[in-house]
């Protein structure tokens, strides 16, 4: 039977949602995980997981049955200008617990951890249910109201985490002020059998111009490709036919030409990612707080969205946990949140940052624009040190700060 009362409620049954709906169940808090969907099939959704997340996946006791699985170990990332290699790296150089990126599909990494969350009684996952409202008294928010197969109800929780996403419906009920910032440019997605010639191991980036191009070998033997188009693109390049989408392959690889013509014949077959960041400058209201994408939306590059979605849910957990065991629980979780943003936000500007100059590299089509970014990957190439501290930013930032306490 679902519950009406729960000590947390989360809205959202992605990364960060199971993430934190598992660590709580596992610290004896009654969750309540609430997802609109009645299964994980999410097709082009964060499939790559970094080297940080993965040490957070071993820590949530869910590592080895999502290996066993399936799931792609990503060893080496290689970044081509115009058909010249610029940037070759070896995650294996990096001296970490976890070294090695994993590309696996969502739907195994929330499976496995509904699985394990389900075998705790003080779990309860509560599918196809949506939030069409917020329960609210003297100014905090007390519970949610969903709509489930069997009509309305309410669920009253202490706390409700809005975990649901990019576009969290949470966020626009809360009332806390958030502003989208689009980027530049959309991203293209599609799915092809990998080519003979390519192993299942490298993350390759393919660039030409102001154009660009991601690789991602994807289980079992696939590859997943994402290529930029124009911000609003996406109605003239369909307008010019699906033969346009080819020869924008073509471009950047020309290994797969034969494929993308046989595999994706119709624009039906592709997946658009609107590219925008969230700005949410409070994340929490008394009863209330958003986490992952629904705080802080992240650009594809790099790989970012999973990994901080998953370390918000763990840094977040134990903290609700202590304040939930205070007398004056209501004001103790309050404080939790403002504690929380203050721990998290820095660590998601920074990566944001990376990602904005990392797109604004990309966007160079000019002969000196060109010029200057194949320099500073090469010289990146060269440095063992410029390597080591640039990419340790992206992937092994949780990794480093453990490792210097």
């Not at 936000?345 to 160079?364: D, I």
């Amino acid at each position: 039977m679902s519950p009406t009362a729960v000590d947390v409620c989360v809205v959202g049954g992605g990364p960060a949602g199971l993430a934190l709906g598992l660590e709580l169940a596992r610290q004896g808090v009654e969750v309540a995980v609430v997802e609109q969907s009645g299964h994980f099939n999410r097709s082009f959704r964060g499939e790559s997981v970094s080297p940080d997340a993965v040490l957070v996946l071993d820590r949530l006791g869910v590592l080895d049955k999502i290996k066993a699985e399936g799931a792609l170990t990503t060893t080496r990332m290689e970044i081509t200008e115009d058909g010249r290699t610029v940037l070759d790296t070896a995650f294996a150089d990096f001296e970490y617990e976890h070294r090695f990126p994993l590309e696996l599909p969502q739907p195994t990494l929330l499976g496995v951890m509904d699985n394990v969350a389900s075998g705790f009684d003080n779990f309860s996952m509560l599918r196809k249910s949506t939030v069409v409202g917020l329960l609210e008294a003297d100014g905090a928010v007390t519970g949610v109201r969903i709509k489930d197969p069997g009509g309305e109800r309410e669920l009253a929780a202490k706390i409700v985490i809005g975990a649901d996403g990019r576009y969290s419906k949470v966020l626009e009920m809360s009332g806390l002020a958030h502003e989208r910032v689009p980027l530049d440019r959309d991203v293209v997605w599609l799915k092809l059998p990998l080519p003979p010639e390519w192993d299942t191991e490298t993350y390759r980036v393919r660039i030409k111009g102001d154009r660009h191009g991601l690789f991602i070998p994807t289980y079992p033997d696939m590859v997943r490709v994402g290529f930029n188009i124009p911000k609003g693109g996406l109605r003239e390049l369909r307008k010019q036919g699906i033969g346009a989408l080819h020869e924008k392959i073509d471009e950047l690889a020309p290994e797969l030409s034969t494929l993308v013509r046989e595999k994706v014949t119709g624009y039906s077959d592709t997946s658009m990612l609107d590219i925008f960041t969230s700005v949410v400058p409070r994340w929490s209201r008394d009863g209330l707080l958003v986490i992952g994408d629904a705080a802080h939306t992240l650009s594809p590059v790099l790989g970012q969205g999973v990994n901080h979605a998953l370390i918000d849910a763990v840094t977040l957990a134990p903290m609700l946990t202590a304040a939930l065991e205070e007398a004056d629980h209501r004001t103790a979780l309050a404080a939790a949140a403002v504690e929380f943003q203050r721990i998290r936000e820095p660590e998601v500007k920074r990566s944001r940052g990376l990602q904005l100059r990392q797109e604004r590299m990309f966007t160079f089509g000019s002969r000196a624009g060109v010029f200057l970014r194949s320099s500073l990957y090469r010289a990146m190439n060269r440095s063992a040190f410029l390597k080591q501290r640039v990419l340790a930013d992206a992937y092994f930032r949780l990794q480093k700060r453990e490792k210097a306490a």
